[in-house]
């Protein structure tokens, strides 16, 4: 039932009934929050509809939607850097699919959880599934909860990462990055001359993609306002996720918890999801988001 959306609407909202003052911009950001408000009620009672956007096409930005168990990708975040059809697999995998892997996790994290696979509001988790799941998630919070934001700037400390308000995301960045690193596995021992690099070379590559796929500069103020938000800055989503990687530090020959010594690795049994889509991005598009079966969930 979980589907997925891709460039944009087949039928863009548009505002017929509205005139624009190219003068007055709050007045007309106050007539399309009006507009859009009144069409979301008119949906109560209505069947949902899963082609449905919440962004455009021109917006760099992908979700997963719980209300109809669908993860949606623009047309804009399909571009380069983020994603370039002739990239090598590795970096396609290392970047986007990633990407993908994260929305796909939400609709198993503490969020998606509550839903089932129509979208309905319907906790699916036992009462011993939820307390494992609760009882694992402690050492996320932990660990995100113990780094400090910086400046970018001048170094300077400006806060700590809320772990329990980041925990969705955070549970997605690591679930989605150890799928996205299966389904590359998967993908070089299935079809033949995938790569051109070494074994070796290639998956480097993937983590590095990784690495600048969450690259950003930030302000101060902007990293001001991150430390309220659900998603943290990159570098820390991007440090929690290797540091939790027992592929990363297999890849870089690294010991396990030597950046680290008094920090365990954080698995959650969201991280375990068995996902068959053995193809998720790659320079041929009959790849794109292959499945071969079922998503199965275990626990480590």
């Not at 930005?61 to 993860?71: E, G, H, L, W």
């Not at 009462?127 to 113990?146: N, R």
């Amino acid at each position: 039932k979980f589907s997925h959306l891709l460039g944009g609407p087949k039928n863009p909202k548009t505002y017929p009934t509205l005139t624009f003052d190219p003068k007055a911009y709050i007045a007309n950001l106050n007539k399309v929050s009006a507009f859009d408000t009144a069409f979301e009620l008119a949906q109560i009672d209505t069947a949902k509809d899963k082609q449905n956007w919440i962004i455009t096409a021109q917006t760099v930005n992908q979700y997963y939607d719980a209300s109809v168990n669908t993860i949606v990708f623009s047309a804009a975040t399909l571009q380069p850097p983020n994603y370039d059809a002739n990239a090598d697999p590795s970096v396609s995998y290392g970047g986007m699919g990633s990407n993908v892997g994260h929305e796909i996790t939400h609709g198993f994290d503490n969020l998606g959880s509550n839903y089932d696979g129509d979208g309905n509001f319907r906790p699916w988790w036992t009462d011993t599934v939820k307390e494992t799941f609760d009882e694992k998630t402690k050492c996320f919070i932990e660990q995100y909860g113990s780094m400090d934001v910086k400046s970018e700037l001048s170094g300077a400390l400006l806060g700590k990462l809320d772990g329990k308000l980041t925990l969705g995301e955070t549970i997605a960045d690591n679930g989605g990055l150890n799928a996205a690193y299966r389904a590359y596995r998967d993908y070089v021992d299935t079809v033949a001359d995938a790569t051109k690099y070494t074994k070796e070379t290639s998956e480097k590559m993937f983590w590095i993609a990784h690495a600048q796929f969450r690259c950003e500069k930030n302000t101060d103020e902007y990293l001001q306002i991150l430390l309220t938000d659900e998603h943290p800055p990159g570098r820390y989503r991007l440090i929690g996720a290797v540091q939790n990687s027992v592929d990363f530090a297999n890849v870089f020959n690294c010991p396990v918890n030597t950046h680290e010594p008094d920090q365990e690795m954080c698995i959650v049994g969201i991280v375990s999801i068995r996902f068959e889509w053995v193809w998720i991005f790659v320079p041929n598009p009959q790849y794109l988001l292959r499945s071969k079966g079922q998503h199965k969930f275990q626990w480590n």
